[in-house]
């Protein structure tokens, strides 16, 4: 499973993709308007660090509006991904930017319904909101499952995204239920990286080796 990191600030997807753990970056309009530099700033320094699929919100609210924005985006660099909107203005826009060679990730998609439209109309990649859904009492992670179960059976081409992703239990679940791709925020990473049971025993090391007798 791929790893995306769901953020626009740079030191925390730096942190993460020079270990070797991020392989892309997804980003919002919520997340852009959180930094102090402006979207062109904040676009330029993230494909400057990361060579995989960043993916960039159209905000447009009609089809012809949102080709216009994903054909912008996409001159920035050959790594962009236009994020549209789930509905069927989006649906259109999909649709006409996979003609053009535009990778596209049809975004706030809370059903395999969604999912599976999206990926008819041309979606590079589908983002199913698994916390949102668990938040207003669904079960996100079924979504998740029977998407793919159907991209299985039909050889759908699009990647599934565990998107809106609350905690580490999901990036496993979504890993179990053969999830192509999770975008985690960064503070989830920072919880799956740590396990105080690692931390006890780093430091048992580190006592006991001040313990040995050095000759050198």
Known sequence: ???????????????????GIVDGVTTNPSLIAKETKSFEEIIKEIVSVVNGPISIEATAENAEDIIKEGEKYSKIH???VI????????LKAIKELTKKNIKTNCTLIFSANQALLAAKAGATYVSVFIGRLDDAGNDGMQVIKD???IFKKFGIKSKLIAASI?????????????????????????????HPLTDKGIQKFLDDWKKVKKDV
């Open 147 to 149: 998407t793919m179960e």
């Open 78 to 80: 050959k790594n962009i």
């Open 83 to 90: 994020k549209v909107a789930m509905n069927e203005e989006g």
């Open 166 to 194: 609350r905690n580490p239990i999901h990036v496993i679940e979504s890993a179990k239920a053969g999830s192509d791709v999770a975008t985690i925020p960064f503070k989830v990473l920072d919880l799956m990286i740590k």
């Open 1 to 19: 499973m791929e790893v995306f990191i769901d953020t626009a600030n740079i030191k925390e997807i730096k942190k993460y993709y020079e270990m």
